[in-house]
């Protein structure tokens, strides 16, 4: 069955950086593009960045455009977001999605 498990959180100060990974199983990873959302408290989830299934097209959020990364390593069945410049409002659970599949999430918290 389809596993993703999210990895990288914590707690950074503004203008930190951190990176997430996403270890996905069951599935042929390097097929499918992948995508990465988060969720604040008391709002709505919302896509943060995509990658196709060979890396060749990749879409970001207005919001963190310029400041985070999205790549993926098909050899290891993993997909990254390395994040930079951080801001308290990216302070989310940021989630692995895979069509209809999540993963559970992972905390960031930006905070001084």
């Known amino acids: 069955q389809v596993q993703l498990v999210e990895s990288g959180g914590g707690l950074v100060q503004p203008g930190g950086s951190l990176r997430l990974s996403c270890a996905a199983s069951?599935?042929?990873?390097?097929?499918?593009?992948m995508s990465w959302y988060r969720q604040a408290p008391g709002k709505e989830r919302e896509l943060v960045a995509s990658?196709?299934?060979?890396?060749?097209?990749?879409t970001y959020a207005n919001s963190v455009a310029g400041r985070f990364t999205i790549s993926r390593d098909n050899a290891k069945n993993v997909v990254y977001l390395q994040m930079r410049s951080l801001k308290p409002e990216d302070a989310a659970v940021y989630y692995c999605?895979?069509?209809?599949?999540w993963g559970k999430g992972t905390l960031v918290t930006v905070s001084s």
């Open positions: 069951g599935f042929t990873f390097s097929r499918y593009a």
């Open positions: 990658i196709t299934s060979g890396g060749d097209s990749i």
């Open positions: 999605n895979l069509s209809d599949y």
